[in-house]
């Protein structure tokens, strides 16, 4: 007889019975996928304050999955918000080889609905159980080639071998696409994204990279840094972890310190930093033992829980100020650099470093000495200031034939309104000059250092072409993405690079004549050709392109040659 094991036989578990992989492997073990899913699915059975539904698509045949834990049962977004509940996203596996956040949430959601731990009324979990499916699905033991643990463990790249946490605002991926549209609907307060560090050892178990609070903005900034991040870490102390900033030092040892790590709107938690929302990014440390590093993912969520709730009206409070506040900035910052003016002293615990000769090569050799301990008070650069700013217009406008940014700012719930009839308006055209383009990254070749110059123009706009007021709450996206020369923006990712080439030319003998003629009929054209000569040596030894130049001043040259396609209507017409 054929047997089909295991196919429909019902698995129902007690709450006893519900330990996790982890827990049963003596904290060397990580659930994989499928098993992670279904432990969320017997713990909806059991308890009715938890509930796993499906949040959209991914790169794979699974569906990505959000597990709720609300201590009232009640499962409304809305209703939550009505409730002044402190909503707390949860992201687990962005990079799948760092799953310490996987079994750490198993362990936190379970505890919470056995009342293990006491969640407090006012606060709701949104824990993403596994983000990089894909990933997590290319499971191994040899992709993080230094880190201490688990046994097996998925890889960084998702099914398009992507690092997801570079996709927020390209959003090449549809886990990145299902859970920006999961993020709008929750508009979470905090959101959590759990790592595991790369880099130098030291003594620290757990690391924290908190958004940089300048570039949060001024009240939410002060708030988190002036008070939750200090409660943070004074909670955690108490529970018996020293906790240090992610520690971005490269190229040298950590006891000279280093600045904090600047997240742009590409990763996770600075794109949520866009939309006014608490983000961290917890980086327990590779060279700790599986073990201890999921026990401190746990706790230091267990931290997060309770400040947020105890802080609930202070966090509610500072997210509504600043969106206030926001609304009425007529510049934007959209580029930042570090301010080494302010520079902070912090405790930091590390392990005496040295060179030694490399038994690989035989040149010398980085090492640390972990019977070296020392605790020293370091260097850290904490205030960022802004390099760049933009003047927020009225309005931006984009027109109809570019549905893959039209797309991506509907998925972030931007408000746009399309026009009704065709009309000709005057906007801000912005023209880029230069730009530098990088080697592949993440399946872009991505611009930087973009040149522009921006003039007014009477432009056709035509009926279904977009107008996106600034006045809303996506404001800071929209100026993010939409500005040419910001570092993230749509032009930098390369969807506009169709601009950048021209449709049409012209056969040189044949515009010899027509140029000529023009010269005679245009004497500002004949002017400026004249001054070009007079300026640049090498432009008067050559024929082509003087010739290319009068073509360009010329009524054939394409006007959406290098023209942005993205305008701005500005206050004051
Ligand atoms: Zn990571």
Same mark, same amino acid.
């Given at each position: ?20 992989? #982890? *827990? ?56 939550? &918000? ?51 499916? $894909? ?38 991926? &549809? ?45 939410? $900034? ?67 033992? #599986? ?28 997210? &509504? ?15 930042? &650099? ?8 912090? *405790? ?226």
């Amino acid at each position: 007889m054929l047997c089909i094991c295991g196919l429909s036989i019902p698995f129902i578990a007690s709450a006893q019975e519900m330990a996790t992989r #982890f *827990e049963k492997s003596g904290g060397t073990q990580s659930s994989p996928y499928t098993e992670v899913i279904d432990f969320y699915h017997q713990l909806d059975k059991q308890h009715g304050t938890v509930k796993i539904v499906e949040a959209g698509g991914t790169d794979t045949r699974h569906p990505l999955h959000v597990v709720y834990y609300s201590q009232d049962k009640q499962f409304d977004i809305e209703t939550w &918000k009505a409730d002044n509940k402190v909503i707390l996203l949860i992201n687990n596996a962005i990079h799948p080889g760092e799953p310490d956040g996987i079994d750490a949430s198993m362990m936190l959601l379970r505890n919470a609905a056995t009342g293990k731990i006491n969640m407090p009324e006012n606060i709701v979990l949104a824990v993403i159980p596994v983000f990089n499916i $894909g990933g997590a699905l290319d499971r191994g033991s040899h992709s993080r080639a230094n880190q201490n643990g688990p046994e097996e463990y998925g890889f960084r790249g998702s099914a398009q071998n992507l690092d997801l946490n570079r996709d927020f605002i390209k959003l090449d991926a &549809k886990e990145t696409q299902s859970l920006i549209r999961l993020f709008h609907r929750l508009d979470p307060d905090i959101f959590i994204d759990n790592h595991v560090s790369n880099g130098a050892d030291y003594q620290h178990i757990m690391t924290l990279l908190s958004t940089q609070h300048n570039k949060l903005g001024g009240t939410m $900034g002060q708030y988190l840094h002036n008070i939750f991040e200090p409660a943070i870490y004074a909670d955690m102390k108490q529970k018996g972890y020293d906790l240090v900033p992610y520690v971005n030092h490269w190229g040298h040892t950590p006891e000279r310190g280093w600045i904090a790590f600047h997240e742009g709107p590409r990763f996770a938690s600075g794109f949520a930093t866009l939309f006014q929302t608490y983000s961290f990014v917890p980086e327990t440390h590779m060279l700790k033992p #599986f073990k201890q590093r999921v026990e401190a993912t746990y706790t230091l969520m267990t931290s997060f829980i309770s400040l947020a709730s105890k802080n609930a009206a202070d966090i509610r409070r500072t997210r &509504k100020a600043e969106r206030a506040a926001t609304a009425d900035l007529m510049t934007l910052p959209i580029e930042w &650099k570090v301010d080494t003016t302010k520079p902070d002293k912090i *405790e930091f615990r590390g392990y005496k470093s040295g060179y030694k000769p490399s038994e690989v090569s035989g040149k010398p050799r980085l090492y640390y000495d972990r019977q070296q301990p020392y605790t020293t008070q370091v260097t850290f650069h904490n205030y960022y200031k802004p390099v760049l700013q933009a003047d927020v217009p009225k309005a931006y406008v984009i027109q109809q034939g570019w549905p893959k940014v039209i797309r991506r700012l509907k998925w972030n719930g931007v408000k746009m309104q399309a026009l009704e009839r065709d009309t000709t308006i005057n906007l801000s055209v912005t023209y880029i000059d230069n730009y530098e383009t990088a080697k592949p990254y993440e399946g872009h070749y991505l611009h930087s250092k973009v040149k522009a110059h921006t003039v007014a123009r009477q432009i056709k706009l035509l009926k279904g072409d977009y107008l996106i007021p600034t006045n809303q709450k996506a404001e800071r996206y929209i100026v993010e993405t939409l500005e040419p020369t910001a570092p993230d923006a749509f032009f930098a990712w390369g969807f506009f690079d169709a601009i950048l080439q021209q449709k049409e030319g012209f056969s040189d003998y044949v515009f010899e004549d027509e140029a000529a003629e023009l010269l005679k009929s245009t004497p500002e054209l004949r002017r400026m050709l004249k001054e070009k000569q007079q300026a640049d040596t090498a432009f008067a030894k050559d024929g082509e392109a003087q010739l290319e130049f009068v073509y360009q001043h010329s009524p054939y040259y394409e006007p959406v040659h290098m023209r942005y396609p993205v305008y701005k209507l500005e206050w004051q017409q």
